[in-house]
Structures are given as C-alpha cells and as structure tokens.
C-alpha cells in the first residue's frame, strides 16, 4: 500500500516547475513586455522632439519647445518665460510643429533649376 502512494508522485514533482514557467511566461507577457514597448515609444517621442512642439511635462506643465539640445529641453510656458527640463520630463507631445520636408542634396552634375 505504501508502495503503490509513493510511485504515484513521480507526476507530481513536475506539476510545480510547470506551474513556475507558467507564472513567469504569464508575468513576461502581462507585465514585463508592455513596459518595454511603452519606454521604447517614450523615448522614440523624446528624440523627435523639436522647436515649435507643444508639449505636456511629467509634471502637468503644458508648453512649447524653443530648443532642444542633447540631454534638455527648453520650454516656453509663458510669453518671455522659459524653463529647461531633462528630456524625459516630457510626457507628451500634444502639437507637432509643421516641418519642411527634407530637400534633396544637390550634385554638381544636376542641372540649376530656371525660374
């Protein structure tokens, strides 16, 4: 009888590593993946900021780029009233500022254009 209970559990030991990867592919795709997707999309927004952008810092302090430079952002929250912020300070982007399109470099065997 005590045989027959003990050779039962070999199943068992396996049942709780299953349950553990499944807890961890679970947490991976509830939880972890997500997070990733929402900082690479923050920090897609922070490095195509530009003058002109209105914007809404982490704070709740809405304004409008003059200058970006690598590591900071200067705001324009009132007229004559500029504050600089961390680039990741900025939450969002509620106005794109219209850009020109690229313009095509000129080479030198390409012909002027005649107006």
Do not use: C, H
Not at 3 to 25: D, E, N, S, V
Not at 33 to 59: F, H, N, W, Y
Not at 82 to 98: G, H, K, L, N, S
């Amino acid at each position: 009888m005590f045989y027959a209970a003990a050779g039962g559990g070999g199943a068992g030991g396996l049942t709780p590593i299953l349950m553990i990867a499944l807890l961890f592919g679970v947490m991976y795709f509830m939880m972890i993946r997500p997070q990733q997707k929402r900082r690479r999309e923050a920090e897609q927004m922070q490095s195509a900021l530009g003058a002109g952008d209105e914007v809404v810092t982490i704070g709740g302090l809405y304004g409008t780029v003059t200058q970006v430079d690598d590591e900071t952002v200067l705001l324009e929250v009132a007229p004559g009233v500029q504050t600089r912020y961390a680039r990741p300070a900025i939450a969002r982007v509620t106005t794109r500022a219209e850009r020109p399109e690229t313009i095509e470099p000129v080479t030198e065997d390409a012909e002027p254009v005649k107006e």
